[in-house]
């Protein structure tokens, strides 16, 4: 890419203000599928159009950028993020690429020996299901990695952790909490004690800088925007305050943040936007995770004897989505269980019936994962007018018949898993995002994940998971005029070097028609599994520059 910029002076625009015109590219708008040029006024799109009009925007442009070929596409939307979590696990200890318990015991030793005494060390990312020792970690096996330090490590799905004894030893009273247990990864109340002491323990410059990290990563790979899924039991106010005014103060990604807190009434409505959220939403646990065994099941797990664990039931749901629909504040819950989410639904429909369903659809409230829908659930989940926040990377790390899944559930129920094309046919509402730490921020590799589901006839076009991964975390907040490049948009896009532009069908099944560039769909790279992702050079949110790719 090549900028010609017209010369500054004391009057120059600010950057927000500058008139810029992007021409000689491709340009992803349903306004013009053809289009090769957009025009950004004052943070927003003013035009999109082809490179023979773009002529008579140039003479009034502040800047000119010549795309030299690159795409342009509407910046997306991460629905789904624990932002501190997120850059800790970047500047810190993680075991993802540890391929056995051996190698992540070492990754602990060498991260011990590199930080200052005193310190708690904080890491993350392991998955027993992935090591030939399927085995978590014993308590007297950290001890010695971590020379007897305190050590808090979440496994991947951060729905239980193994931690080691000196950590233990700051929480009072720990091994009377429900989820403990003497040699066995912390669920439940253990497991958000020892978090929050972990936590604790993380200075205001250290999480300042994580949040950073974090957000930065965010901007590098095209995401303008990232829903933080905040809460008591997952962080703490000042985590949420600090991130949101961090995010005020530095250019970078828009951050939205959801405080996962029951409501009751006005009082506590009032709390939720004090603290600068937009919902009572995200984290509210309805249940666990299927990797811990505490996602809430109707049957029992494979391998294990019980069905998981309830953390709230419908009246619980119904009460917290009555008053927030009361208050016009957006509700929401963690449900992945079949069980969780038929209580979700019968929640739910049961405020529905106190407020009115009008009421409850206007509001938006919105279910994250949803992992284990059912036709009924799918049904009501959009007669309710419910966003389904989902995570099509969770597919690919853990779905097939070989996966976590299968081992968890056996092979015939994970196959249920992450229904998309049936939540989409139903007209249920999908945001996209990543849950990261739980799998990386990495919004290609997601829209590939959903168009190339384990489960051939779950898979979704490319354009329709794209949609979900852009426009559809827009619509998760109550904004229907973004995520999308037309005049009058706000100018949150992404500039992409990729090959060559394509039409995808999730199979043969798609009508011919909608892949024929006579329909005048615009195009979006080859995602096919084996094909280079592409490739961010920069990203512009509201007009203003917040990352280039050096040597772009």
């Given amino acids: 890419m090549t900028e010609r910029t017209a010369p500054s002076s004391p009057s120059s625009p600010a950057p927000a203000d500058r008139t810029v015109l992007l021409r000689g590219g491709e340009v992803h708008s349903p306004a013009d599928p053809f289009a090769t040029a957009m025009v950004v006024e004052r943070g927003h799109v003013a035009w999109v159009g082809s490179e023979g009009a773009a002529d008579a925007f140039a003479s009034g442009a502040d800047e000119v950028l010549d795309l030299d070929g690159a795409l342009v596409t509407p910046a997306f939307t991460d629905a789904h993020v624990h932002t501190t979590a997120t ?115 993380v200075s205001p410059a250290q999480r300042r800088a994580a949040q950073g990290a974090a957000l930065a990563r965010a901007a590098s790979l095209g995401i303008g925007t990232v829903h933080e899924c905040a809460g ?140 284990m829908l059912t036709p009924q659930t799918i049904a009501a989940f959009a007669d309710l007018g419910l966003t389904a926040s989902v995570q099509p990377a969770f597919d690919a790390a853990w779905g097939g018949d070989d996966g976590m899944y299968a081992q968890r559930l056996g092979a015939a129920r994970a196959r249920t898993l992450n229904p ?33 589901h384990r489960t051939p006839g779950h898979r979704v076009s490319v354009r329709a998971a794209f949609t979900a991964h852009t426009r559809g975390g827009w619509r998760a907040v109550g904004r229907d005029d973004a995520g999308v490049l037309v005049p009058g948009a706000p100018a949150d896009y992404a500039i992409w070097r990729t090959g060559e532009l394509v039409v995808q069908a999730p199979d043969d099944r798609v009508a011919r028609w909608s892949t024929d560039p006579r329909s005048g769909t615009p195009g979006l790279p080859d995602l096919a599994p084996g094909a280079p992702l592409p490739v961010c050079l920069r990203t512009v949110v509201a007009g203003h520059t917040v990352h280039v790719r050096p040597n772009a």
């Fill in 420 to 452: 998309y094309a049936a939540m989409l046919k139903a007209g249920v509402p999908l945001a996209f995002g990543s849950d990261s730490p739980v799998t990386p921020l990495d919004p290609w590799g997601t829209v590939r994940a959903a168009a190339f």
């Fill in 87 to 201: 850059g800790l696990a970047l500047t810190g200890l993680d075991l993802a690429a540890a391929r056995t318990l051996d190698e992540a015991l070492v990754l602990v030793r060498e991260h011990a020996a590199a930080r200052p005494v005193g310190e708690v060390l904080l890491g993350g990312g392991w998955d027993s299901s992935r090591w030939p020792e399927q085995r978590h970690p014993s308590r007297a096996e950290l001890d010695a990695a971590a020379g007897g330090r305190p050590l808090y490590l979440p496994r991947v799905d951060v729905h239980s952790a193994v931690v080691s004894t000196a950590l233990l030893d700051l929480v009072p009273g720990v091994t009377g909490l429900a989820g403990y247990a003497p040699d066995a990864p912390l669920t439940g109340a253990a497991h958000h004690a020892v978090r929050a002491a972990a936590h604790r323990a």
């Fill in 232 to 371: 008591p039991d997952i962080s703490d106010e000042e985590d949420l305050t600090g991130l949101l005014e961090l995010a005020a103060e530095t250019p970078g990604p828009r951050v939205f943040g959801y405080w996962a807190q029951q409501v009751a009434n006005a009082k506590d409505a009032r709390r939720i936007r004090e603290l600068g959220a937009i919902g009572a939403a995200g984290d509210l646990f309805v249940d666990g995770s299927l990797g811990s065994h505490t996602a809430c099941l109707h049957q029992p797990y494979t391998d294990a004897p019980h069905t998981g664990t309830a953390h709230l039931d419908a009246a619980a749901i119904a009460a917290h989505v009555t008053a927030c629909t009361e208050e016009g504040l957006q509700a929401g819950f963690h449900a992945i269980g079949d069980a969780a989410l038929s209580a979700v639904v019968e929640g739910v429909r049961a405020a529905a019936e106190r407020v009115g369903l009008a009421r409850v659809r206007a509001a938006r409230h919105r279910v994250e994962h949803a992992e």
